[in-house]
């Protein structure tokens, strides 16, 4: 699997700002829009042996973000089925039968909305129903210029 390096930090976007959490990166995307900035990479297993030790402490949730986490289903699996604390998701919203199969799994999900696959993110919120999901939508940096 292609992981980066686990590490915690406080949310500085989303629903969740302010809350600490440790986060757990995917590497790999099926869109352009996605930002690659890790290096350090874990394996899978090594990944699920540090999840483990999370329920004693005071981190509030568990983030699996991107890349795109949905592109290695198995390993999201692995990781949110030992995970004693809340399994927060952020997507692009474009892998829907991925989500399907992983949803029980996933406490709060966090789709970061790109209008060029707005077809897509809408079948994807239709899947998402019972959970608590949040739409982000980043104006770009060029916007007022």
């Known amino acids: 699997m292609n992981l980066g390096k686990p ?3 406080i949310v500085t976007t989303g629903p969740f700002i302010g809350d600490f959490m440790t986060f757990v990166p995917f590497i ?3 869109t352009s829009t996605s930002i690659q900035k890790y290096t350090e990479t874990e394996t899978t297993e090594s990944v699920v042996q540090n999840i483990k030790k999370l329920s004693k402490s005071p981190i509030k949730g568990l ?3 991107g890349g795109e986490p949905l592109l290695q289903p198995d390993a999201v699996l692995e990781i949110a089925s030992v995970c004693p604390i809340p399994v927060y998701l952020e997507t692009n919203g474009t892998l829907v039968q991925a989500m399907s199969d992983l949803q029980d799994l996933i406490s709060h999900i966090v789709v970061n909305y790109d209008p ?3 077809r897509e993110i809408i079948e994807f919120l239709g899947e998402c129903k019972n959970k ?3 739409i982000v939508y980043s104006i770009p940096a060029n916007f007022l210029f």
Request: glycine residues 6%.
């Open 7 to 9: 590490y915690q930090s």
């Open 28 to 30: 790999g995307s099926n």
């Open 116 to 118: 060029e696959f707005e």
């Open 63 to 65: 983030y699996l973000t």
């Open 132 to 134: 608590d999901t949040y």
